[in-house]
């Protein structure tokens, strides 16, 4: 069998967002489709130890907010990587309040929808939330960041608990300059390509990187990543 076959599978990038007792919270998710259009519902797999879910559980609404092509790393980093109990994710994040309560994420969007829950299906690790849309609205003509285009493009990574999530074959080591990864959520740093955005131009060594530069994905310094085998 080759694992290959699940990377043929299509997916998207949306941030699936949610409220309890006042206090919001959400995260990235790749698992979102539409199952009926009338009534309009559509269903996320969101990982059982993610604070969404209990959010999710709690309140039974929530919103997706489909990404842009253009959403920065640093933003995918924050909602897929890091987590509401340590950090406020909202903070310094564009966002309303919808209809039931659960916050809409605008930034780097270019659609929304609201949701009610209306089922719930237990899946091992995962629970797919059903649940009817009550609202959504278009933000923007940019095109929607497809799951491909996170991958081979901007060069991500998925989390550990995302459905998707398959551990990395090993690699065949290349005489070239180091490659280093992030041991908080997998992004690799190389040194052919660089960080442009960030302060590295391409053929700068890892070594050379300044003291506080961080990961580009989740913020994790430079103590966080090991040499690629």
């Not at 699940?6 to 698992?31: H, P």
């Not at 609404?61 to 994710?89: C, N, Q, W, Y």
């Not at 391409?202 to 690629?228: N, Y």
Request: proline share 6%; glycine share 8%; aromatic share 10%.
């Amino acid at each position: 069998m080759n694992k290959e076959a699940f990377r043929k599978i299509s997916y998207g990038l949306y941030l699936v967002s949610s409220v309890q007792d006042g206090k919001f919270n959400g995260q990235i998710a790749n698992s979102m489709f539409q199952v009926t259009s009338e009534p309009s519902t559509i269903a996320v797999s969101i990982n059982k130890e993610n604070l969404t879910h209990s959010y999710i559980k709690a309140s039974r609404v929530f919103s997706v907010s489909i990404l842009s092509e253009e959403a920065p790393m640093t933003f995918i980093g924050l909602f897929g990587f890091k987590s509401g109990r340590d950090v406020d994710k909202f903070k310094n994040v564009q966002y309303r309040v919808g209809k039931t309560g659960a916050p809409i994420v605008l930034d780097n969007a270019v659609a929304y929808l609201e949701v009610k829950l209306i089922q719930e299906l237990e899946c091992g690790s995962h629970t797919i939330f059903v649940g009817e849309v009550v609202d959504y609205d278009n933000l923007g003509n940019d095109p929607p960041m497809t799951y491909a285009y996170y991958h081979t493009v901007r060069k991500g990574k998925s989390p550990k608990t995302a459905p998707s999530y398959q551990a990395e074959e090993p690699k065949a080591v290349v005489a070239k300059a180091a490659s280093y990864v992030c041991s908080i959520c997998g992004y690799v740093y190389d040194p052919a390509t660089g960080e442009p955005e960030h302060g590295a131009p391409a053929g700068t060594p890892f070594e050379d990187l300044p003291a506080d530069w961080t990961c580009p994905v989740c913020g994790a310094d430079k103590s966080h990543f090991e040499r690629e085998a």
